[in-house]
Structures are given as C-alpha cells and as structure tokens.
C-alpha cells in the first residue's frame, strides 16, 4: 500500500510563484480534502469573472484549463510527486470551465455545480480513474478533473431542459 505524500509546508509553498497557483493561493495546503478547499476557492473567483465581458470571461477560463497544464506540471515536478494532493489549480480550473458553462444562473445553480464536481472529481468513473493513473505530467493533472467537469455539466444541463 502507499503511503500519503508529505505534507508541503508554509516556507516550500512561498518559496516559489508557480506553488502559488498550483497549490490555489494556499487552499491546497489544507490538511483534509483540499481538492475541496481548492474548489472552494474557485468560487469567488467565478464570481469575479462573471462581471467581467463573456469574451474576457471566456479567455480567463481558456487560459486557466490550458496554462494549468504546465502550472501543474511544473509545481508536481518541484514537489517530486506527480498529483500531489496541494496541487488543487486542476480543480480550481475545472470547476470556472464547468461555471461558465452552467446552463442557468443563480446559487442553486453554482451548489449544484460544486456538490456535482466534488463528487465526480472523487468518485472518478471511467474514463476518469484511468486517464488519472495512465496521463502523467501536467496534462494527466489537469484531465481528470477537465472530464469530472463534463460529467457534472450533463446532469446540470439535463435538469435546466426538463426545468425549462
């Protein structure tokens, strides 16, 4: 059986810009469920992004999915561990495409998009629990969660048809 990665401290997270990101401001660090805590921390910035122009909005979450492959990828490296559990920018990027990509607006919405996320991202059905152990690098990083967004997107998107 393996064992748990250690835990990144306070002066290795400071100690270089791309931990900042990679490990989403800090949300990362937290020692229970800090993919969680990394979604958690996406929400306000999908809230911030929402006021923005949709193109602006748009090519934030863009770059966010496509700049976090060699974010993540460089911070797995410094950290000697492919998927640390502090690397949370995969979720935090996942969770603003599956926002902007929401059917309907409004609370009920951004909960059930989060509640939806967290559970895939931890269940991991297939496809998702094979590209998380055969993808490595940043791109298997940030996958896995790209995909558990897609999946929470269906039932979202399914429930604004039968609402509406």
Known sequence: MAHAPRRVSLRE????????L???????????????FGTLAAVPLHLLLVQ???????ATVLLACIGGVALCGASARRLGVHDHP???????????????????????????????FRLFDVWK??????LDH??????????????????????LTVASLLIS
């Open 86 to 116: 502090a690397i949370v920018w995969d979720e935090i990027a996942a969770f603003l495409l599956l926002a902007f990509l929401l059917p309907a607006q409004g609370l009920g919405w951004l909960i059930a998009a989060f509640l939806l």
């Open 13 to 20: 997270f400071a100690a270089h810009p791309v931990h900042w």
């Open 52 to 58: 923005l122009p949709w193109a602006v909005h748009a």
């Open 134 to 155: 055969r993808i490595h690098g940043g791109t298997g990083i940030m996958l896995d969660d790209l995909v558990a967004a897609l999946y929470a997107w269906v039932p």
């Open 22 to 36: 990679a490990l989403g401001f800090g949300s990362g660090l937290a020692p229970r469920a800090p993919g969680t």
């Open 125 to 130: 059905p297939w496809p998702i629990r094979e």
